[in-house]
């Protein structure tokens, strides 16, 4: 039966187009066959992401198959192979929705958007927003390593990791407007690193208590954003 997981679409194709950043095409070995344009076919896709998550979650990325996954959401292995070529194609479309779901996040208390929000409620604003991208998600413990041990799926991360620096860089810029572009870069970048590792080790590995993780990160984010607004 094709029905979506209770985990709010997490690896869905549903995104919020207004405010999606755009990552690179991928190779052709790993492009899906064809995109969905219907509710059951976009319902279908979701399933086979979703279902694809939970697999990786239990049984790690070398022995998941399209099989596997089939057999776990209730399809036929030809209704995967109808939307993707092989199991690596299925990996990178995981990568690629999660990448884009916290562009979303980061982008959505971006100053453009208007609102009152100073720096700092901004960066709390987005923090808070992006950890909820990090809370109890199937097979996003071993898709972070694979980011970066994964040939094609580190290109995608890095041109992830180079929207997510633009979009901070230009809300710092705006509530810094003397900063140097550098340090605005540099600053977003750092934000961006340090913000993600918190995050995977309070959230993802659970390596101590979240609350106070969070406390240390949030005086890590205006130790960062003091000195652009301090400059001259």
């Not at 690629?96 to 980061?106: P, S, T, Y």
Request: with cysteine.
């Amino acid at each position: 039966m094709e029905t979506v997981s209770d985990q709010g679409l997490f690896y869905s194709t549903r995104m919020k187009k207004s405010t999606k950043a755009s990552h690179p095409a991928p190779a052709p070995h790993l492009a899906p066959r064809r995109l969905p344009t219907q509710e059951r076919a976009r319902a279908t896709v979701d399933l086979v992401l979703e279902t694809a998550a939970a697999e990786i979650d239990r049984l790690g990325f070398d022995k998941l198959t399209t099989k596997r996954i089939a057999a776990a959401a209730g399809l036929s292995v030809g209704a995967i192979y109808e939307y993707f070529p092989n199991k690596e194609a299925i990996v990178h479309a995981l990568a690629d929705n999660w990448q884009q779901k916290v562009l979303e996040a980061i982008d959505a208390p971006h100053p453009r958007h208007g609102g009152n929000r100073d720096v700092f409620a901004y960066l709390n604003d987005q923090f808070s927003l992006v950890a909820k991208l990090y809370q109890d998600r199937p097979g996003l413990g071993a898709l972070i390593p694979m980011l970066t041990s994964v040939p094609d799926l580190a290109a995608l991360g890095r041109a992830h990791d180079d929207l997510a620096a633009a979009n901070v860089a230009s809300a710092l810029a705006h509530y810094a407007p003397k900063a140097d572009a550098r340090a605005l870069d540099a600053a977003a970048r750092c934000i961006a690193i340090v913000c993600h590792d918190v995050l995977v080790a309070a959230l993802v590995h659970r390596v101590a208590p979240a609350d106070l993780l969070f406390a240390n990160m949030r005086a890590c984010l205006v130790a960062i954003a003091t000195p652009l607004i301090l400059a001259r």
